[in-house]
């Protein structure tokens, strides 16, 4: 019995990811193109979400950083979700909805590209830090699912995940922020 419920789980996870692969290469591609052209003129990949969203903007940073498959330099990434003492600071002195956009405001520029993440695309924190960005002319990604919510209708590019399921949404989202690594580090270091 528990062995068919696992091997329906998996097979659920394989028919998310072969909808990614139906509606969302142009979207993933773009991605990776915004990638690698901020990070070739100098920018940063900002990337901000809350709960499981929060591990993997840590996750694709921690990637770009450190290393994904090859020996090469660090990439400048930074994930808005591992300062603490920032995150408290301003949820008590303003509110929750300011944490990314604040931290957004003070270190990002033109040159950067910011990641939003939000299974459901309503994370009101993350919507307001990429509608910041945006007025920053920062370009924006987000990653969603669902029906994409609010921040798929704002990111300038949104890869949309076709499920309502937060799990398969969110297993689809460490699948993309492998993509994004893995092809980002291939143009950059040939």
């Known amino acids: 019995m528990m062995k068919k419920k696992i091997e329906g789980i998996l097979?659920?996870?394989?028919?998310?990811?072969?909808?990614?692969?139906?509606?969302?290469?142009?979207?993933?591609?773009?991605?990776?193109?915004?990638?690698?052209?901020?990070?070739k003129a100098g920018g940063k990949v900002i990337i901000f979400g809350n709960?499981?969203?929060?591990?993997?903007?840590?996750?694709?940073?921690?990637?770009?950083?450190?290393?994904?498959?090859?020996?090469?330099?660090g990439l400048p990434?930074?994930?808005?979700?591992?300062?603490?003492?920032?995150?408290?600071?301003?949820?008590?002195?303003?509110?929750?909805?300011?944490?990314?956009?604040?931290?957004?405001?003070?270190?990002?520029?033109?040159?950067?590209?910011?990641?939003?993440?939000?299974?459901?695309?309503?994370?009101?924190?993350?919507?307001?830090?990429?509608?910041?960005?945006?007025n920053k002319g920062i370009d924006t990604i987000a990653l969603t699912g669902c029906d994409g919510g609010g921040l798929a209708k704002i990111a300038k590019i949104s890869i949309i995940v076709p499920s309502k399921s937060t799990p398969r949404i969110q297993e689809s989202h460490v699948a993309v922020g492998h993509i994004l690594c893995q092809v980002v580090e291939e143009a950059l270091f040939q």
């Open 11 to 39: 097979e659920e996870s394989i028919s998310v990811k072969k909808g990614l692969i139906a509606s969302q290469l142009d979207a993933i591609e773009k991605a990776a193109g915004v990638i690698i052209k901020a990070l």
């Open 51 to 73: 709960g499981g969203s929060a591990a993997d903007s840590q996750h694709i940073a921690a990637e770009l950083v450190g290393r994904f498959l090859k020996e090469r330099k």
């Open 77 to 134: 990434a930074v994930a808005l979700t591992t300062n603490t003492s920032i995150l408290t600071a301003i949820a008590n002195d303003y509110s929750y909805d300011d944490v990314f956009s604040r931290q957004l405001d003070a270190i990002a520029d033109g040159k950067d590209v910011a990641i939003g993440i939000s299974t459901s695309g309503k994370a009101v924190n993350v919507i307001k830090a990429v509608e910041l960005a945006n």
